[in-house]
């Protein structure tokens, strides 16, 4: 599977970004899809995932709430729409895919990376 993200920039405290990640390559519909996150100077932190079947999600206690993880499987596409965006939710973010539908939250356990696309919230 190839993950390619996109749909991050910069914006204002409050405002809302949603980031895309289109998959190519395998049958998507049967891989679980998340979001991952990097800060300068931390490590790479779980924001949500969502199972294959799209009936299930989780969520970060940091973003729940805020952030709305979807996918339409004809187009292999996972989403993450993100509201009331707050400075400390500036990161790379990467999307990620695991085979099957386990709602996963542990980065080691995905094979399967997009490049990283770049969310910068301002004050």
């Known amino acids: 599977v190839q993950l390619q993200a996109s749909g991050g920039g910069l914006v204002q405290a409050g405002g809302s970004l949603r980031l895309s990640c289109a998959a190519s390559?395998?049958?998507?519909?049967?891989?679980?899809g998340a979001w991952f996150r990097q800060a300068p100077g931390k490590g790479r932190e779980f924001v949500s995932v969502?199972?294959?079947?799209?009936?299930?999600?989780k969520y970060a206690d940091s973003v729940n709430g805020r952030f709305t993880i979807s996918r339409d499987n004809s187009k292999n596409t996972v989403y993450l729409q993100m509201n009331s965006l707050k400075p400390e939710d500036t990161a790379v973010y990467y999307c990620?895919?695991?085979?099957?539908?386990?709602?996963?939250?542990?980065?080691?356990?995905?094979?399967?990376w997009g490049q990283g696309t770049q969310v910068t919230v301002s004050s």
């Open positions: 969502i199972s294959s079947s799209d009936s299930y999600r």
């Open positions: 390559g395998r049958t998507f519909s049967t891989y679980a």
């Open positions: 990620a895919a695991r085979y099957g539908g386990a709602l996963v939250t542990t980065s080691s356990e995905y094979m399967y």
